[in-house]
């Protein structure tokens, strides 16, 4: 099977707080073939994805919602949202590491 954007499988790739100590990623996909091909894939893993933002695979939950085609981490920020240092109060923009995965 030949790899496929993530970005080419779903309609919308989000992150946003989950509260001021965590972080979510929310993935939707555009139908079940791309969802079922993500939540198989070892590239979505709770490892690899954790890898990607520097977390503790411990620290981190995947939750794969099969009625609305959609995969949605949560994991712990790096600094609570807005204290000295936070560069994304809402944490909007964390989704990025995500754009570039194939599976």
Same mark, same amino acid.
């Given at each position: 099977?030949? !790899?496929? $954007?993530? @970005?080419?499988?779903?309609?919308?790739?989000?992150?946003?707080?989950? *509260?001021?100590?965590?972080? @979510?990623?929310?993935?939707?996909?555009?139908?079940?073939?791309?969802?079922?091909? !993500?939540?198989?894939?070892?590239?979505?893993?709770?490892?690899?994805? $954790?890898?990607? +933002?520097?977390? #503790?695979?411990?620290?981190?939950?995947? +939750? %794969?919602?099969? %009625?609305?085609? #959609?995969?949605?981490? @949560?994991?712990?920020?790096?600094?609570?949202?807005?204290?000295?240092? %936070?560069?994304?109060?809402? *944490? !909007?923009?964390?989704?990025?590491?995500?754009? *570039?995965?194939?599976?």
């Amino acid at each position: 099977m030949p !790899a496929l $954007a993530l @970005t080419d499988l779903v309609h919308v790739i989000r992150s946003k707080n989950a *509260g001021p100590n965590l972080l @979510t990623l929310d993935l939707f996909f555009r139908d079940r073939d791309g969802y079922q091909r !993500a939540i198989q894939s070892p590239q979505l893993s709770v490892a690899s994805v $954790a890898l990607m +933002y520097g977390c #503790a695979q411990a620290l981190m939950s995947r +939750y %794969d919602m099969a %009625d609305l085609r #959609a995969i949605k981490f @949560t994991l712990p920020r790096a600094v609570c949202a807005g204290s000295p240092g %936070d560069g994304d109060v809402y *944490g !909007a923009q964390q989704h990025g590491p995500l754009l *570039g995965v194939m599976l």
